[in-house]
């Protein structure tokens, strides 16, 4: 079974590579995992907080670039997932939030910017994005962020998730804008089921 799970993440990665030299798609694969697969230093990172948090889920991922491992959990009412690189180093942290609940210096220029490109569009999901700088203190870090009841807006990013036409290409698209609210990135998100793999 571990053999099959690595020859997995295995063709996923290989996939998203070729992908990525286009820039254009995200390979998206999810498996959930018990909480004994998941890495030891891993765990002993987030234990800390294990005694508050609520519905702990565990989590492999690929998004076509990066192998990580994923723990989405409720902390204080809040809902968040923290990502870590196959290495066992933090990623970053989303929390989840609603689309109507962002401050207007983000909701404003993010509504204009889909607005503009889209005759119709949806918000399926807004995260805003955590990232550790260097020689941040991994613990300390993911206490900051679960802990501030509202971080400043230039202190995260936004990764939307909207369903509509582009350019006759219709589908699920992910933006990624930097903490300016300027777009970074744009993928047309492919699900990948474990069922559409050959072994």
Known sequence: MKKKINLLFLIL???????????????????????????GQILEYLSPFMDKAKKVKYFRESDGE?????????????????????NHTLKDIEELVRWKSLEPEAGVPLNDY??????????????????????????????KVLSADNL???????EAEVRGHDRGDFGFFEYQFDASFNLVSKRKIIPVSDGNLLF
């Open 13 to 39: 990665t290989s996939v998203g590579m070729s992908s990525l030299a286009q820039s254009v798609e995200k390979r998206e694969f999810e498996q959930s995992v018990k909480m004994h697969q998941v890495p």
């Open 66 to 86: 990066n192998l990580t491992w994923e723990v989405k959990l409720k902390f204080k009412g809040r809902q968040f997932s923290i990502e870590f690189f196959d």
């Open 114 to 143: 889909f607005e503009s490109n889209y005759r119709r569009f949806r918000i399926k999901r807004i995260q805003k994005q955590y990232h550790p700088g260097k020689d941040v203190e991994m613990t300390a870090f993911i206490e």
């Open 152 to 158: 400043p807006p230039s202190g995260f990013e936004i």
